[in-house]
């Protein structure tokens, strides 16, 4: 498995517009097809475009594994029914004011960490949908857990000043190792700049020598 440097509009911030797992990329409509088939090369995936809720952010406004994907209620009917048909995904629609569910959700196949914002109902729903257990929980003493914490099936890397026994928790949960780092840089809000699939690893441009080393412990062993 390699991790590849990649931008998007000219920026690095790769995880706030693209979604992906193990079989698909959901990119935005009018990215460029060149940009797609690259990206969806490194990934192992076929690409996608969509909107939703009639924007470029899906990766933070969805949440995908390789069993479902939840969209928020402010998703179009058209959105909901094109990826219906086009994926063998179960799609769900989480009924929450909460709508940038990438920002409030962490999901691989095993696990989901929740935001405690959520609603025991609303997780409930990200079990059914995504066919994993779920766990509500801060990181970091945020409530976005989705913006601190990515994860594929083999590893995750998490907000630099996460506690310990939480990462414990979390990596029984998700059945994985957790490694602390940042992205682009210094930012902690790691999901921004990552995109994790089980083949491959892509992170935003400005990832620096010793980001790639934490995701490489983090990933790749």
């Known amino acids: 498995m390699d991790i590849i440097k990649f931008d998007v509009y000219r920026g690095p911030n ?3 517009y693209i979604s992906v797992n193990d079989s ?6 009018g990215f460029a097809k060149t940009k797609a088939e690259k990206i969806s090369k490194y990934l192992g995936v076929e690409y996608l475009f969509t909107s939703i809720a009639n924007t470029r952010l899906i990766g933070a406004l969805c949440v995908m594994n390789n069993k479902g994907i939840l969209l928020p209620k402010t998703a179009y009917q058209n959105e909901y029914d094109f990826l219906k048909k086009e994926t063998d995904l179960e799609i769900g629609v989480l009924d929450s004011k909460l709508t940038a569910l990438g920002n409030v959700i962490c999901a691989n196949d095993k696990g989901a960490v929740v935001s405690p914002w959520l609603s025991k109902e609303d997780c409930q729903t990200i079990s059914d949908v995504l066919g994993v257990e779920t766990i509500q929980k801060k990181i970091a003493g945020f409530n976005q857990t989705g913006v601190v914490l990515v994860a594929n ?9 996460a506690d310990e026994e939480d990462m414990k928790t979390f990596s029984n949960l998700l059945g994985v190792k957790i490694e602390q780092s940042s992205i682009n840089n210094g930012i902690p809000y790691v999901s921004s700049g990552i995109l994790a699939n089980n083949n491959c690893i892509v992170v935003g441009s400005l990832t620096t020598g010793p980001e790639i080393m934490m995701l490489t412990r983090a990933f790749l062993n």
Request: proline fraction near 11%; avoid cysteine; charge should be negative.
């Open 153 to 161: 099936n083999s590893g995750a890397a998490i907000h630099p000043e």
């Open 24 to 29: 698909i990329i959901l990119l935005p409509m």
């Open 14 to 16: 790769i995880g706030v």
